[in-house]
């Protein structure tokens, strides 16, 4: 025994002995390395290496063998140009965030995004970038979108809609800009102006509801390859609502019109807002399941709400997770911003496209509006029309705040939270019915 720990021990002193000689060995190569490199790399040579790391040469002298997000040769003018151009437009989009307080919520994470993902040499928007993987953990497979709908149905209140069913109308209504958009895309490639498949017009459209989650929903389904185009033209309408919609309303509207008065809204009962989630959720399962996954979302977040007894789990849809998830959502959109993706000719015809959907929309709810004011009943003010589109809560605020612009004591938002839940629903209605017939 005696013997064995003696010759255990030698082992053990042997084997230290040869690790600490092996480590010297390296430790003297790794210097004698050093040394070298510092004896062959002059100090005037490593600080011209470092200017040319810098962004400043990267957009003036760009690297020629640079690569996009997906691994695609860009040219010159992204690379430097195009990425200075797209730098302002996030200012741009800063300052109508900040100073004109349009929706900040959603323009300065997607501005920053933006900002961030035309940084040169960075590739924060790559595979391997940050927001590359935001966007690929929420964007490319619906999540966000998903876990968006639930937040926005524990923020809704379905009592001004079931007070007075007929505002429904006007959000059907603005559903008109999704379909005429889809003729319109259609008809533009047949035409030759653009090459878009049936598909990729469907997915298009959808911007006409002015609703991100639902626009991210059917391309994902549809045209996944315009994603990213197409939640960058959603999301930027969306925010944008306050100066593309007011014009549209006065336009179409009198001066007698928009001083309208509407009637004091019924008392809705608990028990009518606890059936409604579940009554439209059944009738999707039964009519369109295509459109369920939205909807059924939507539904189950309103009905949390509504339960009255998960008041925690209510509580975080509609302040910690969806705050979150915008987060993510604006930064995964705002990647789509850089050069090479946004300053190409599809994405503007998109663009373009786009703001004709919206702008149709938010018409035909302003006139489905003057057309029910036709029949004898209450008379509608025409400008709650506008908050056809799905744009929660902002386009309800818009037709408030025009409404008081001809008479303060005129407080149309209640009114107008109707038609603008409505059109969450139509949206979400009219992507299934998309998705079902193209998909």
């Known amino acids: 025994m005696k013997f064995f720990v003696i010759k255990l021990l030698a082992l053990i002193l042997f084997s230290f002995g040869a690790l600490h000689a092996s480590t010297a060995a390296s430790t003297e190569g790794l210097s004698a390395h050093k040394e070298e490199n510092y004896q062959t790399k002059p100090f005037a040579e490593m600080v011209s290496g470092f200017l040319a790391s810098t962004g400043i040469v990267a957009l003036v002298n760009p690297d020629p063998n640079e690569k996009n997000a997906h691994g695609e040769n860009m040219n010159d003018f992204h690379k430097g140009l195009g990425r200075v151009i797209m730098i302002f437009v996030t200012f741009l989009l800063f300052y109508l965030a900040i100073k004109k307080g349009f929706e900040p919520l959603l323009l300065l994470p997607i501005a920053f995004g933006g900002l961030l993902a035309n940084i040169p040499v960075a590739g924060i928007a790559g595979e391997h970038g940050f927001l590359g993987v935001i966007y690929n953990m929420g964007l490319s497979n619906e999540m966000f979108p998903i876990i968006i709908f639930m937040g926005v149905g524990a923020m809704t209140d ?59 929903f059917i391309a994902t389904k549809l045209a996944p390859e315009l994603l990213g185009a197409i939640a960058v033209a959603s999301y930027s309408y969306m925010a944008m609502v306050p100066i593309i919609q007011p014009p549209i309303m006065k336009a179409l509207t009198t001066d007698a019109e928009r001083r309208i008065k509407m009637t004091t809204l019924r008392h809705v009962s608990r028990l009518e807002k606890l059936v409604f989630p579940i009554l439209v959720l059944v009738l999707a399962i039964l009519v369109l399941p295509e459109s369920t996954p939205l909807i059924g979302a939507f539904m189950f977040g309103n009905f949390l709400k509504e339960s009255g007894v998960v008041e925690r789990l209510s509580d975080t849809l509609q302040n910690a997770l969806i705050n979150i998830v915008t987060i993510f959502l604006g930064l995964g959109v705002g990647s789509k911003l850089a050069a090479d993706q946004f300053l190409v000719p599809d994405t503007m015809f998109i663009m373009a496209l786009g703001i004709i959907a919206f702008s149709v929309g938010t018409a035909s709810g302003v006139i489905m509006a003057k057309l029910m004011n036709m029949f004898p009943g209450h008379k509608v003010n025409p400008l709650i029309g506008s908050a056809g589109v799905s744009a929660v809560p902002m386009a309800a605020r818009v037709s408030n705040k025009v409404g008081m612009e001809y008479d303060r004591s005129n407080m149309l938002l209640m009114h107008a939270m109707g038609p603008n839940v409505a059109g969450v629903i139509g949206s979400a209605v009219a992507a299934g019915v998309l998705i079902s017939l193209f998909q």
């Open 158 to 216: 379905f009592g001004p809609l079931l007070s007075n069913p007929k505002t429904a109308l006007l959000g059907g209504a603005a559903q008109f800009g999704i379909f005429g958009t889809l003729v319109g895309a259609v008809a533009l490639s047949q035409a030759g102006f653009v090459d878009f498949t049936l598909q990729q017009a469907s997915a298009i459209s959808i911007i006409g509801g002015a609703d991100g989650p639902t626009s991210i």
